[in-house]
C-alpha cells in the first residue's frame, strides 16, 4: 500500500498550480513520479473519489481534489458513500464510518428543537 | 505590552462555500457576530493579529510534520482551495517579518517550535479573516498546531504553546491580538460531513469558559473521536487560546450547530489575565 504517495500527489496538487497546470497537459507523466500501485494510479486518473475514500485518503486533501475536478459538494459526499458501498470499509488511515442520518434530516431536527426552545 | 485580544471562531469552508444552503437567519446571525469579533478585534488596536489554526496540509505534510509552527514572512498568499469551491479570492495578506522573528524568538524559549518564510493560507485562516479583516489590512502571523497528520500535539503541548505565545507576545512593545480557529466535534469532507455533536460542544465550550485546564486537558485522542469525529482533534486551537488568556474566564458569543457547514459555528472570546 502507498497510501502516502496517494496523499503526496494530491498535497502537491492542491497546493501548487503549476503541479496544476501540469496535471491538466501531462496526466501521466505527474502520476509516474509516484511510487503507486495499479489501483491506486486508475483511482487518481478517473479520479474514483469513492475508491481514494476507501483507499484511506484524508478528507481535507479529497474535498479539494474533487474541487479541483468541478464535483459539486453534493456529488462529492455521495461519490464517497458509494465508494463505501462498492469497496468496502475505509482500508487505511483515520477514519472509519459511524452511520450519520443527513444533512437534511439532521437539519429538520435542529430546526424543530429551536423552535421548541 | 499584554496581549490585547484573545478569542476563538469556526473556520468551517462550507460558511462561505455553502452559504445560501444555511437557514437564512442563522447565516444572518452567524455572519453577525463574526463581523462584530472583528470590530471587536480592532477596538484594541492591535499591531498584528496571531491566528492559531489547525492548516490541512496546505503547508504542512507527513514528509516532515512540525507539532508547531509560526510563519515568519511579509506576506502570506491565500486561500489555496479553488475560488470557485470557496468563493473566497485569491489574494496576499499583509504580514510582519520582524514582528513574527521576535514572537518566535520568545516562544522558542519553551516551545520548539518550526518557523516558515512561505506560508498558503487554506480555508482554516482565509475563512476567519473573510470576516475578521475583510479589508486585509491587519499585518497576520499564522501559527499551527498538528491537528491532523498522527501521531497529534498533544493536548497538554497545546497548553504549553497558547502559554508560550502570551509570554512571547507580552514582552514585545507591539500590540498584539490571538484567535484561535478550529471546529468542535465534526466530520468534515467524509461521507459523515454534517453531523455535530451538539452535546459534547456545549460541555467542551463550558470547560473552555471557565478556563478549566484539567478539564480541557482531560480527553484523549479516544475519547475525541468517538464523540467529536477526526474534525474535534482541532480543540487543541481553543486550548492554546484558553492557555494564552492565563486563567481568565470567557464568553461564548455565539455557537448555533448548522449541519451544511458541518460543524457548531462558533464564536468565543477570552478574557486577559494579567
Not at chain 1, 91 to 110: F, I, K, P, W
Not at chain 2, 51 to 72: R, T
Request: hydrophobic share 40%.
Amino acid at each position: 500500500m502507498s497510501l502516502y504517495q496517494v496523499q503526496k500527489l494530491i498535497y502537491q496538487l492542491n497546493r501548487d498550480p503549476r503541479t496544476q497546470q501540469r496535471y491538466e497537459s501531462e496526466r501521466a507523466a505527474v502520476l509516474a513520479e509516484y511510487e503507486l500501485t495499479e489501483e491506486e494510479r486508475a483511482a487518481l486518473e478517473t479520479p474514483d473519489i469513492g475508491l481514494l475514500y476507501v483507499l484511506g485518503v484524508n478528507g481535507q486533501l479529497l474535498m479539494h481534489f474533487a474541487a479541483l475536478h468541478k464535483i459539486e459538494w453534493t456529488d462529492y459526499l455521495e461519490h464517497m458513500r458509494v465508494g463505501l458501498k462498492t469497496h468496502g470499509a475505509v482500508r487505511e488511515g483515520v477514519y472509519a464510518s459511524t452511520g450519520y442520518e443527513g444533512v437534511d434530516a439532521h437539519d429538520a431536527r435542529l430546526k424543530q428543537e429551536r423552535e421548541k426552545r | 505590552m499584554p496581549l490585547v485580544y484573545c478569542g476563538a471562531c469556526s473556520h468551517a469552508p462550507g460558511i462561505t462555500a455553502r452559504a445560501e444552503r444555511a437557514d437564512t437567519q442563522t447565516r444572518q446571525a452567524l455572519h453577525k457576530a463574526l463581523y462584530k469579533m472583528g470590530d471587536d478585534i480592532r477596538a484594541t488596536r492591535p499591531d498584528a493579529l496571531v491566528v492559531v489554526a489547525a492548516e490541512h496540509f496546505a503547508n504542512f505534510f507527513m514528509n516532515n510534520m512540525p507539532a508547531f509552527a509560526i510563519g515568519m514572512a511579509d506576506s502570506y498568499e491565500g486561500p489555496i482551495e479553488d475560488e470557485a469551491f470557496l468563493r473566497i479570492k485569491r489574494t496576499t495578506v499583509p504580514g510582519d517579518k520582524a514582528l513574527s522573528k521576535k514572537l518566535i524568538e520568545g516562544v522558542m524559549q519553551t516551545v520548539d517550535v518550526a518557523y516558515a518564510e512561505e506560508w498558503k493560507f487554506d480555508h482554516g485562516i482565509a475563512v476567519p479573516l473573510h470576516f475578521l479583516t475583510p479589508g486585509y489590512d491587519l499585518p497576520i502571523i499564522p501559527a499551527n498546531i498538528n491537528c491532523q497528520g498522527p501521531p497529534l500535539t498533544p493536548l497538554k503541548r497545546a497548553w504549553a504553546f497558547g502559554e508560550a505565545l502570551r509570554a512571547a507576545a507580552d514582552a514585545l512593545p507591539q500590540r498584539i491580538a490571538l484567535v484561535a480557529t478550529g471546529g468542535i466535534s465534526h466530520w468534515p469532507a467524509t461521507p459523515d460531513s454534517g453531523k455535530i455533536n451538539e452535546k459534547w460542544d456545549r460541555e467542551f465550550l463550558a470547560r473552555w469558559a471557565a478556563n478549566d485546564r484539567d478539564a480541557l486537558l482531560s480527553y484523549t485522542d479516544a475519547d475525541i473521536y468517538r464523540e467529536g469525529g477526526q474534525g474535534g482533534f482541532e480543540i487543541r486551537t481553543f486550548i492554546a487560546a484558553a492557555a494564552a488568556a492565563r486563567g481568565a474566564k470567557g464568553t461564548i458569543e455565539f455557537c448555533e450547530p448548522v449541519p451544511i457547514f458541518a460543524v457548531s459555528c462558533t464564536i468565543a472570546r477570552m478574557g486577559i489575565a494579567a
